[in-house]
Structures are given as structure tokens and as C-alpha cells.
């Protein structure tokens, strides 16, 4: 089957740190950018990072840069998101996209940033 399975958000306290995961399955995942996006109640969506398909080059959202890391492992098929410093106001749906031969979005994993 094709898809994008997102993992790793939850609740997590101001300044705390999460790590997401993404992992792909049933397609060449070696020759896609992978991006997250992240959308909050109200909000559009809105792009966090995009990695290219080797890994070497990345993009981060103005609200991302210098707090979250995007990173992929061909490997295991999976790109992950480090989150770090987090904020209220990243509280959303984060989603994984993949991007090349096809376009194909994850579910969406909760992260919410909450005392």
C-alpha cells in the first residue's frame, strides 16, 4: 500500500522537545522531497520544513527556523522532525507530505504544547 504513517506528537509542556516520525511505504521514497506542514485550529496550513530527496538541502517555515530539524533516512524510508523549545503556538495537526512522482499526505499526528 502507499502511504505516509505519522508518529510521535502528544502533549508536551512549553520548552519541552518532541520528535516526529514519518514513515513511508509503497513507493520509491529515495527520489521524493519530503516536507511537514502543520495546520491549527482556524489556521491555514502552513509548510514547517522540506527536505530534499539525498538529504542535502532543507527549508524551514519563518516560525520553525533555529527551534525545529527536519531529517530523513532513505534506509528507513522515514523523515523525521526534531522539535525542540516548543511554544503554545505550535500546537496543531502536523502532517507529512511527500512530493515527486506522486503527492501523497499523511494523517496528521496531534502535537499540543499545553501546561
Known amino acids: 500500500q502507499v502511504q505516509l504513517v505519522e508518529s510521535g506528537g502528544g502533549l508536551v509542556q512549553p520548552g519541552g522537545s518532541l520528535r516526529l516520525s514519518c514513515a513511508a511505504s509503497?513507493?520509491?521514497?529515495?527520489?521524493?522531497?519530503m516536507s511537514w506542514y502543520r495546520q491549527a485550529p482556524g489556521k491555514e496550513r502552513e509548510l514547517v520544513a522540506s527536505i530534499s530527496s539525498t538529504g542535502g538541502s532543507t527549508n524551514y517555515g519563518d516560525r520553525a527556523k533555529g527551534r525545529f530539524t527536519i531529517s530523513r533516512d532513505n534506509g528507513k524510508k522515514t523523515v523525521y522532525l526534531q522539535m525542540n523549545s516548543l511554544k503554545p503556538e505550535d500546537t496543531a495537526v502536523y502532517y507529512c507530505k511527500a512530493t515527486g512522482f506522486l503527492a501523497l499526505w499523511g494523517q496528521g499526528t496531534l502535537v499540543t504544547v499545553s501546561s
Open positions: 509503497g513507493f520509491t521514497f529515495s527520489t521524493h522531497t
